[in-house]
Nanobody, 123 residues
Framework: QVQLVESGGGLVQAGGSLRLSCVAS????????MGWFRQAPGKEREFVSS????????YYTDSVKGRFTISRDNAKNTVYLQMNSLKPEDTAVYYC????????????????WGQGTQVTVSS
């Protein structure tokens, strides 16, 4: 079992930055692929970014490429999402998720989810 707790969300002006963190419990964290997803009001949850168990492979949805960076620190059981040049359309609840296969591909499977953290970008 893996438990995930996100933090780092908040209110920021357009053009600003935030860094989200997701701390995982469980000894097998370092073997999991990790992903970030988001859900805006009235919209379906969408993939944002993911990283494999080693940190060697990363994936991004097109709308965040060049602005967001995913990374992980396995010693701290933590995955990060650095978000720069934020836009109002980035406003959403951001969720961290774990993929037990370790590959962290776009389609997962992501079997474990955090509770989410709100990101609001004002124009």
């Amino acid at each position: 079992q893996v438990q995930l707790v996100e933090s780092g969300g908040g209110l920021v002006q357009a053009g600003g930055s935030l860094r989200l963190s997701c701390v995982a419990s469980g000894r097998t964290y370092s073997f999991f692929g990790m992903g970030w997803f988001r859900q805006a009001p009235g919209k379906e949850r969408e993939f944002v970014s993911s990283i494999d168990y080693s940190g060697g492979s990363t994936y991004y949805t097109d709308s965040v490429k060049g602005r967001f960076t995913i990374s992980r620190d396995n010693a701290k059981n933590t995955v990060y999402l650095q978000m720069n040049s934020l836009k109002p359309e980035d406003t959403a609840v951001y969720y961290c998720a774990a993929d037990p296969t370790g590959w962290g591909m776009v389609n997962g499977p992501y079997n474990y989810w955090g509770q989410g953290t709100q990101v609001t970008v004002s124009s």
